[in-house]
Nanobody
Framework: VQLQASGGGLVQAGGSMRLSCAAS??????MAWFRQAPGKEREIVAA????????FVADSAKGRFTISRGNVKNTVTLQMNSLKPEDTAVYFC???????????????????WGNGTQVTVSS
C-alpha cells in the first residue's frame, strides 16, 4: 500500500490549509494524520475508520481541524482552520486495513505510513 499526500506549505496564523491523502490498494482502510514537530514526538492529529462512521480528533485540534473521507475510495482530507504557529510540523498520512474504531488508531498502530508533508504556520 502506498500513500500519496498532497497539500502543506506555508500559511499565516489564523489561516486555513487542506491536506489530502490517497492510499493505493483494493481494501478499505482506516486513515489518519499524525504530526511531528522538531524536537517532539510524533502525535495523533485525527483519524477516521474505514467506513467514515467513526472519527477521532486530538484535543489540540478539536474545533479547528476536520477529517473526512473523500468520494474516491481510500482518500482522506484534513481541513485545518484557525491555524496556530504551534501547528507547525511535518504531517504524516497513515492507513490501516483493520476494522477498529478511529480512537484505536490514536495510539499510532497503523500498518502503512506515507512520507511527511511540511506545514508551517507563521505568526
Amino acid at each position: 500500500v502506498q500513500l500519496q499526500a498532497s497539500g502543506g506549505g506555508l500559511v499565516q496564523a489564523g489561516g486555513s490549509m487542506r491536506l489530502s491523502c490517497a492510499a493505493s490498494g483494493r481494501g478499505s482502510y482506516a486513515m489518519a494524520w499524525f504530526r511531528q514537530a522538531p524536537g517532539k514526538e510524533r502525535e495523533i492529529v485525527a483519524a477516521i475508520n474505514w467506513s467514515g462512521a467513526s472519527t477521532f480528533v486530538a484535543d489540540s485540534a478539536k474545533g479547528r481541524f476536520t477529517i473526512s473521507r473523500g468520494n474516491v475510495k481510500n482518500t482522506v482530507t484534513l481541513q485545518m482552520n484557525s491555524l496556530k504557529p504551534e501547528d507547525t510540523a511535518v504531517y504524516f498520512c497513515a492507513a490501516d486495513p483493520r476494522l477498529f474504531s478511529a480512537q484505536y488508531y490514536a495510539g499510532g498502530d497503523m500498518g502503512y505510513w506515507g512520507n511527511g508533508t511540511q506545514v508551517t504556520v507563521s505568526s
